[in-house]
């Protein structure tokens, strides 16, 4: 087994079953030993404990909403901190935190089949130790950061698989896998930066024309037969040089999400460094699950991270024109969509409806027979 440590972060909001099939799947995909801290940004602790508790993650409460960005360099942060704190009993005041929910077994995690998954043994503070009893950070084991959501399943081997496809690139930053859906498509991970006619016809055209020419040079994970240099890669999952994340400070707070791994991608590469699309690893991502449960919520934010992107890219103030145009331009486009949203919403809530009338309907046809 390999002797090299791995640190792996993940940003949980009031998590389900998920949260306990991605803590599984870690286990098939690196056979080094990891440190893990869940960053709980949201306000129901009994699956996080639960899952922190069997598979030996920290859990890191920062006591508030932190979005996405934010939230993983606490992370980061918090794993450093701890390992001078360490040989300290108990975890220091506002740091990371391994109170188990209950002192029972694996069926705290309801309906997940736990495997035996084998992290590293924990401290007092819920930090593993490294087998020599020295700090987590060292310098001999602290290259990679794995970057990752909370309903992301690793296939087995993908973490290592990148680690090993990143052996060809010493200027690699970043590393992302091929991610499918659990449909088995293929998720655009790997795209182009966008700029403003790339980024306009694209927005304008993919919720009608998919396979439109915008959209197909905008993406760039259409080569799945090599390893291959991208803008920039999904922030759902990704391996990063421990030495290219501290160069550009992590990613950018000033997102609460979306656009903060683009942003990461704009500031690796200004850094010398690349964003490198591996598609020998693969992960499933259920990505679509935040935007059902609160598409309106969601088609808001992102079109406020766009905005503020699109502000950075074209930040001269000869630009300020084309700066207020494309703010325009988003906010129409992000009005119709939620309204379209709302749309969608009521037939979904009449048809469902409908099929509750039938149901009854059937019912007591059945009780008068």
Not at 22 to 43: H, K
Not at 205 to 219: E, I, K, T
Not at 289 to 295: I, L
Request: charged fraction near 25%.
């Amino acid at each position: 087994m390999n002797t090299e440590r791995l640190r792996i972060v993940t940003v949980a909001f009031n998590p389900g079953e998920e949260l306990a099939l991605w803590a599984e799947s870690v286990g098939e995909a690196t056979r080094r030993a990891v440190d893990v801290v869940v960053v709980d940004n949201g306000t129901d602790a009994e699956m996080v404990d639960a899952v922190g508790r069997i598979y030996g993650a920290a859990v890191l409460r920062p006591g508030r909403n932190l979005g996405y960005g934010t939230a993983v360099n606490r992370g980061v942060k918090a794993l450093r901190e701890q390992s001078a704190a360490a040989a300290a009993p108990g975890p220091a005041a506002g740091s990371l935190d391994r109170r188990p929910l209950k002192a029972q077994g694996s069926a705290d995690v309801q309906g997940s089949a736990v495997a035996d998954v084998e992290f590293p043994a924990a401290n007092e503070s819920g930090l593993s130790r490294a087998p020599s009893g020295e700090g987590l950070l060292d310098s001999r084991d602290s290259e990679w950061i794995v970057v990752v959501n909370p309903d992301v399943v690793f296939l087995p081997g993908a973490i290592d698989k990148l680690i090993a496809a990143a052996a060809a690139w010493p200027r690699g930053g970043a590393f992302g896998p091929l991610v499918r859906d659990r449909a088995g498509t293929v998720y655009p991970s790997a795209r182009k930066f966008p700029r403003l006619v790339s980024g306009v016809g694209h927005a304008l055209l993919v919720g009608v024309w998919p396979n439109n020419p915008f959209s197909r040079a905008y993406r760039e994970n259409a080569d799945t037969t090599r390893a291959h240099v991208v803008d920039w890669l999904s922030g759902s999952c990704l391996l990063l040089r421990r030495e290219a994340f501290d160069a550009v400070g992590g990613f950018d707070e000033s997102y609460f999400m979306f656009f903060e791994d683009t942003t990461l991608g704009e500031q690796l590469a200004s850094a010398g460094w690349q964003s490198v699309f591996v598609p020998d690893a693969e992960v499933v991502h259920d990505q679509g699950a935040s935007w059902r449960s609160k598409p309106e919520n969601m088609i808001r934010a992102h079109h406020r991270s766009a905005a503020r992107y699109l502000d950075g890219v074209y930040s001269k103030p000869c630009q300020a024109p084309l700066r207020w145009a494309l703010r325009a331009g988003l906010k129409a486009r992000e009005e119709l969509l939620v309204r379209l949203s709302r749309r969608g919403e009521k037939k979904s809530k009449a048809r469902r409806n409908r099929r509750g009338e039938a149901g009854e309907k059937g019912n007591t046809s059945l009780a008068e027979g």
